[in-house]
């Protein structure tokens, strides 16, 4: 089985990535299942009630909702925890960097304590934003998910993209922290075919990961489509290092066990 713990769609002008085009993409790729991952607050972006929609006309595509930190309220938390416990949405992600925000922010802490009660996971970006997207980077160093990790170390995280380009730093929060795990999505250059080159930086870059955290046994294959080719984007996941069980943990254990898939 084969779990894409991490894929948008997009309306953006010029680029209509839709449910219709993941379910494809995954068939091409021999992928299973796909976490959609809500982005309301950007232009074109996909709110969390439709990423509900989505998930409730296409099983194979499961639904994580997200945060828009500008209108954070009690009300928007409990919204979220609603769906949660009525099997809507899997999980929750948080766009530090991309909204004026730290992961640490005391705003933010009511959710946290909800979500580790509970068990939902939160997502956070972390590592580089997308081109052409204003916002700032310190902002989305995974350093700062040490300090949730910290205050909740039963809260079940996952930092996007293995923190890139800083993934050693990514790693250092994963040693110390055994509730953050991290996706390996969005490392290569988007809307271009991933090249030899690339590949072979990716291993390197996520061996620097091995070395520090011990293993692969808390990362989760993930790809960012519609950014990326499925297909390419797991034929470059395929070329890591890993032993027969980090494969299972990797590109589905992991994913069906942290955001609770009942698959």
């Avoid at 939160?122 to 995974?142: D, E, N, R, S, Y």
């Avoid at 040693?175 to 590949?199: Q, W």
Wanted: net charge negative; aromatic share 12%.
């Amino acid at each position: 089985m084969i779990i894409d713990a991490h894929t948008h769609n997009s309306t953006e002008a010029g680029r209509i990535h839709n449910a219709q085009d993941l379910i494809a993409s995954m068939d091409e790729a021999g992928i299973d299942y796909s976490l959609l991952i809500a982005d309301g607050f950007v232009s074109g972006g996909t709110t969390t009630e439709e990423a509900i929609k989505i998930s409730a006309e296409y099983p194979r595509i499961k639904a994580i909702g997200s945060v828009t930190y500008a209108t954070l309220d009690a009300a928007q938390i409990r919204t979220l925890i609603n769906y949660w416990r009525a099997g809507k949405i899997y999980g929750v992600k948080l766009y530090p960097g991309y909204e004026n925000f730290y992961p640490s922010d005391e705003r933010l802490l009511p959710l946290y304590a909800r979500c580790q009660e509970i068990g939902m996971p939160i997502i956070f970006h972390t590592g580089f934003l997308m081109v052409g997207f204003p916002g700032l980077l310190k902002q989305a160093h995974p350093l700062n998910v040490d300090d949730v990790a910290s205050a909740f170390p039963a809260l079940k995280i996952v930092m996007a993209h293995c923190g890139s380009p800083w993934i050693i730093d990514a790693a250092a929060v994963a040693l110390r922290n055994k509730n953050v795990y991290t996706d390996v999505s969005g490392y290569f250059k988007e809307f271009s075919p991933i090249t030899r080159s690339a590949v072979d930086s990716f291993i390197q870059d996520l061996n620097e990961w091995r070395s520090i955290v011990g293993d692969f046994r808390r990362c989760l294959f993930a790809t960012d489509w519609y950014l990326y080719s499925q297909k390419e984007y797991l034929g470059a996941v395929r070329q890591l290092p890993l032993s027969e069980e980090e494969k299972d943990l990797v590109f589905w254990k992991n994913a069906s066990e942290v955001f609770g898939l009942d698959l």
